[in-house]
């Protein structure tokens, strides 16, 4: 379990330099370059990710459990997830109606995975795991809003309706890879019980 708890430590500590430290985050960049703290801030998210994966495998060996949900659980959370889906696809594209309305979408995405996962996910492991995303995400959203309030970011601008169009099927595709064979594959479990 210590393990997991170091990886997320890691992985969601340095992505809330920006919402707990600022100040912090502007005087490296202006003494390394940009380039540089986008460097170390990598280093940094990936080894904090590839610890609590392993750390989660590692928990789930050997599980504290609270609940079991019950098998049709894992349909509404099949059903949570296309959004999910399509939001992070968003995220990655220009601005479209979607973004523009959403404002975040890569955050809410991360709430609604998170959300979906602790219907399902009853274990200790996966109460630190997917709550901690979830309450990162929340945290990090109020953070997004103060900065735009102060002036310091702007929501993005309506586009293009094609980067919807590109998000959806993105999303589509996405999900359906996840729910057909990179859920089984990357985490070992089937996203929907006798699927």
């Known amino acids: 379990m210590i393990w997991l708890i170091v990886g997320l430590v890691l992985f969601l500590g340095v992505h809330s330099v920006r919402i707990a430290a600022p100040?912090?985050?502007?005087?490296?960049?202006?003494?390394?370059?940009?380039?540089?703290?986008?460097?170390?801030?990598?280093?940094?998210?990936?080894?904090?990710?590839?610890?609590?994966?392993?750390?989660?495998?590692?928990?789930?060996?050997?599980?504290?459990?609270?609940?079991?949900?019950?098998?049709?659980?894992?349909?509404?959370?099949?059903?949570?997830?296309?959004?999910?889906?399509?939001?992070?696809?968003?995220?990655?594209?220009?601005?479209g109606r979607i973004k523009a309305?959403?404002?975040?979408?890569?955050?809410?995405?991360?709430?609604i995975w998170a959300l979906a996962h602790l219907l399902?996910?009853?274990?200790?492991?996966?109460?630190?795991?997917f709550g901690g995303f979830l309450a990162w995400a929340i945290v990090d959203r109020i953070s997004e809003k103060k900065r735009l309030l102060a002036g310091i970011t702007r929501n993005p601008v309506?586009?293009?309706?094609?980067?919807?169009?590109?998000?959806v099927i993105g999303g589509l595709v996405l999900y359906l890879a996840f729910l057909l064979w990179l859920h089984q594959w990357l985490i070992g479990v089937?996203?929907?019980?006798?699927?």
């Open 23 to 95: 100040e912090f985050r502007a005087a490296q960049i202006d003494a390394r370059g940009l380039n540089a703290w986008k460097g170390l801030y990598s280093l940094v998210a990936i080894a904090g990710f590839v610890i609590l994966v392993w750390g989660y495998g590692m928990a789930r060996l050997d599980p504290v459990v609270f609940w079991v949900a019950p098998s049709w659980m894992s349909h509404v959370v099949a059903l949570l997830m296309l959004p999910a889906m399509i939001l992070l696809v968003a995220s990655q594209v220009p601005a």
């Open 101 to 111: 309305a959403v404002k975040q979408p890569m955050l809410l995405a991360v709430k």
């Open 120 to 129: 399902v996910n009853g274990d200790l492991a996966s109460l630190l795991l």
């Open 158 to 167: 309506p586009g293009p309706v094609k980067w919807d169009a590109i998000a």
């Open 190 to 195: 089937p996203p929907i019980v006798g699927l």
